[in-house]
């Protein structure tokens, strides 16, 4: 038998402990990947060229107040503006208040233009803008209820007093969110009575170079006004929902340390029962020859390939499960996505490497510096 083959048995002595341990190690690995990958859905929005060019122009004080209308010529007019539409969250609710998707106002000639990365149906573009009552919708959300283009549907109001009862007229798919119902500013305004304000307005900069200067060309030209404008990129815009639930990132930080912390408690007390057990080994093997480094890097191994093969049941089965499972429908449409990159893989790998050393050193140690007598003195 060689050396790793004798290593392998020894772990293998007690399979009930090292399945134990192992299935430990693993959950609490998938917990972290889990939490990491949620952390870097929450933190780091889906994005591409179109969106980085995309701004929101929304009231300085909050986005529960509103913008004037007339705002709307003024921004079209400025230098570096290739499409600026109307854009109002509606907030409705379809049935039941759990079923939770988003909804805006909007100019519907100018949908296409600000997410030119979406891909929609010209003939369907053409019905949406044809049709006062129309709206256009995000393939996953037609998924989720199983509607169909031609279908009535009845949006029930809760922050505006309208319910407004809409016709598909179309489905877009692709871009950075496939989960949106867009319907006709007009109607909205119909509804409500012609309120004459708006809730945010969306932009699509001509290029990146003229982001910088239109952002403060925007804001300069409101500010001291009854509704001052804060004007922000698409992602910054995004993030202000994140920041609403606190610091995420500390949160979720302390939960993973935690459970790394509740690892090396795990496998260090494993471990420790296993050397414990084999001490008189331990001593026959010096006694035949084997010195203490490498009777340490014989436990440091076992130690290693249990941390090891936790780390890959976790990781990359937690990899496996979302790369299956429609998030969107398990969420409820709380994420889009939910990709366990190599990177996060990597971390999560690492920390299995390091757990695995950490938490045999001590007992390795006192292994390593135990006589050959106080050794063979142990009871089995």
Same mark, same amino acid.
């Given at each position: 038998?060689?050396?790793?083959?004798?290593?392998?048995?020894?772990?293998?002595?007690?399979?009930?402990?090292?399945?134990?341990?192992?299935?430990?190690?693993?959950?609490?690995?998938?917990?972290?990947?889990?939490?990491?990958? &949620?952390?870097?859905?929450?933190?780091?929005?889906?994005?591409?060229? =179109?969106?980085?060019?995309?701004?929101?122009?929304?009231?300085?004080?909050?986005?529960?107040? /509103?913008?004037?209308?007339?705002?709307?010529?003024?921004?079209?007019?400025?230098?570096?503006?290739?499409?600026?539409?109307?854009?109002?969250?509606?907030?409705?609710?379809?049935?039941?208040?759990?079923?939770?998707?988003?909804?805006? &106002?909007?100019?519907? +000639?100018?949908?296409?233009?600000?997410?030119?990365? &979406?891909?929609?149906?010209?003939?369907?573009? &053409? =019905? @949406?803008?044809?049709?006062?009552?129309?709206?256009?919708?995000?393939?996953?959300?037609?998924?989720?209820? %199983?509607?169909?283009?031609?279908?009535?549907?009845?949006?029930?109001?809760?922050?505006?007093?309208?319910?407004?009862?809409?016709?598909? %007229?179309?489905?877009?798919?692709?871009?950075? +969110?496939?989960?949106?119902?867009? @319907?006709?500013?007009?109607?909205?305004?119909?509804?409500?009575?012609?309120?004459?304000?708006?809730?945010?307005?969306?932009?699509?900069?001509?290029?990146? +170079?003229?982001?910088?200067?239109?952002?403060? %060309?925007?804001? #300069?030209?409101?500010?001291?006004? +009854?509704?001052?404008?804060?004007?922000?990129?698409?992602?910054?815009?995004?993030?202000?929902?994140?920041?609403?639930?606190?610091? $995420?990132?500390?949160?979720?930080?302390?939960?993973?340390?935690?459970?790394?912390?509740?690892?090396?408690? /795990?496998?260090?007390?494993?471990?420790?029962?296993?050397?414990?057990?084999?001490? #008189?080994?331990?001593?026959?093997?010096?006694?035949?020859? @084997?010195?203490?480094? %490498?009777?340490?890097?014989?436990?440091?191994?076992?130690?290693?390939?249990?941390?090891?093969?936790?780390?890959? /049941?976790?990781?990359?089965?937690?990899?496996?499960? @979302?790369?299956?499972?429609?998030?969107?429908?398990?969420?409820?449409?709380?994420?889009?996505?939910?990709?366990?990159?190599?990177?996060?893989?990597?971390?999560?790998?690492?920390?299995?490497?390091?757990?695995?050393?950490?938490?045999?050193? $001590?007992?390795?140690?006192?292994?390593?510096?135990?006589?050959?007598?106080?050794?063979?003195?142990?009871?089995?």
């Amino acid at each position: 038998m060689n050396l790793a083959g004798f290593i392998a048995r020894n772990a293998m002595r007690n399979k009930r402990r090292v399945i134990l341990t192992t299935f430990s190690v693993a959950l609490s690995l998938f917990l972290y990947t889990v939490l990491q990958t &949620a952390l870097r859905e929450m933190t780091q929005p889906a994005s591409s060229e =179109d969106s980085a060019l995309r701004l929101v122009v929304r009231h300085r004080v909050s986005l529960a107040n /509103v913008l004037p209308v007339k705002y709307h010529a003024r921004i079209n007019s400025m230098p570096g503006v290739r499409v600026c539409s109307k854009f109002t969250w509606f907030g409705g609710v379809y049935q039941d208040a759990k079923n939770f998707f988003p909804q805006f &106002a909007c100019e519907p +000639d100018k949908i296409a233009p600000l997410f030119a990365e &979406a891909e929609f149906d010209p003939r369907e573009i &053409a =019905d @949406f803008i044809g049709d006062r009552t129309g709206c256009i919708v995000g393939v996953k959300t037609m998924e989720r209820f %199983r509607w169909k283009v031609g279908q009535k549907i009845t949006l029930t109001g809760t922050i505006w007093d309208c319910s407004p009862e809409l016709t598909i %007229r179309g489905v877009y798919r692709g871009g950075v +969110d496939e989960t949106n119902l867009f @319907f006709q500013h007009a109607y909205f305004d119909e509804l409500t009575g012609d309120l004459g304000s708006v809730g945010t307005y969306w932009i699509k900069a001509l290029n990146a +170079d003229v982001i910088p200067e239109l952002i403060a %060309r925007i804001d #300069r030209t409101f500010e001291n006004s +009854d509704a001052e404008t804060k004007t922000e990129t698409e992602r910054a815009f995004q993030l202000s929902f994140v920041s609403m639930f606190g610091n $995420i990132k500390m949160l979720i930080g302390s939960i993973s340390t935690v459970i790394v912390f509740t690892m090396i408690l /795990v496998t260090a007390s494993t471990m420790s029962m296993a050397i414990r057990e084999r001490m #008189r080994e331990i001593a026959i093997l010096k006694a035949i020859g @084997f010195d203490g480094k %490498r009777v340490v890097s014989m436990i440091v191994a076992e130690s290693f390939g249990l941390a090891l093969a936790g780390g890959i /049941v976790g990781c990359f089965g937690a990899k496996l499960l @979302f790369a299956n499972v429609d998030i969107y429908a398990l969420t409820q449409g709380f994420f889009l996505k939910f990709d366990v990159t190599p990177h996060i893989l990597a971390g999560g790998m690492l920390i299995a490497a390091v757990l695995g050393v950490t938490s045999c050193a $001590i007992p390795a140690l006192t292994a390593m510096r135990a006589t050959i007598v106080a050794g063979l003195r142990e009871l089995d």
